[in-house]
Nanobody, 117 residues
C-alpha cells in the first residue's frame, strides 16, 4: 500500500506561481512513476506531468504546461513537487498526485488550485 498526501494548493492571480507537494508513505520502494493529474469542473481528469523514478527521473509534460510547470522529487523526503509558474485561469482545477507500482495505482485526495484575479 502507498499513501499520498498533497498540499500547496490555493488561490493565485494570473501570472503567479504555486508549488504543490505530494508526500508518499508506505511501500514507497515499489513506486516507479509518480505523476500529477488535474480535473476541472465538467472535464475529464488529465495528466499534467510525470517523473519516472526507474529511468533516472526522466520527466514528461502535457503540452499545455510545458515551459511553465516543473515536476521534481526529493528522495530523502519521499516527496514529489509540481512547481507551477505563469499560471493561467485555465489551470484552475483540482490537482491529484498519482503513484504507479508494478501491481497497482494510487491517488491522493487532491488539492484545489484556483487562478483568478
Amino acid at each position: 500500500q502507498v499513501q499520498l498526501v498533497e498540499s500547496g494548493g490555493g488561490l493565485v492571480q494570473p501570472g503567479g506561481s504555486l508549488r504543490l507537494s505530494c508526500a508518499a508513505s508506505g511501500n514507497i520502494f515499489s513506486i516507479y512513476v509518480m505523476a500529477w493529474y488535474r480535473q476541472a469542473p465538467g472535464k475529464q481528469r488529465e495528466a499534467v506531468a510525470a517523473i519516472t523514478i526507474t529511468a533516472g527521473d526522466s520527466t514528461n509534460y502535457a503540452d499545455s504546461v510545458k515551459g511553465r510547470f516543473t515536476i521534481s522529487r526529493n528522495n530523502a523526503k519521499n516527496t514529489v513537487y509540481l512547481q507551477m509558474n505563469s499560471l493561467k485561469p485555465e489551470d484552475t482545477a483540482n490537482y491529484y498526485c498519482n503513484a504507479l507500482t508494478t501491481i497497482s495505482e494510487y491517488w491522493g485526495q487532491g488539492t484545489q488550485v484556483t487562478v483568478s484575479s
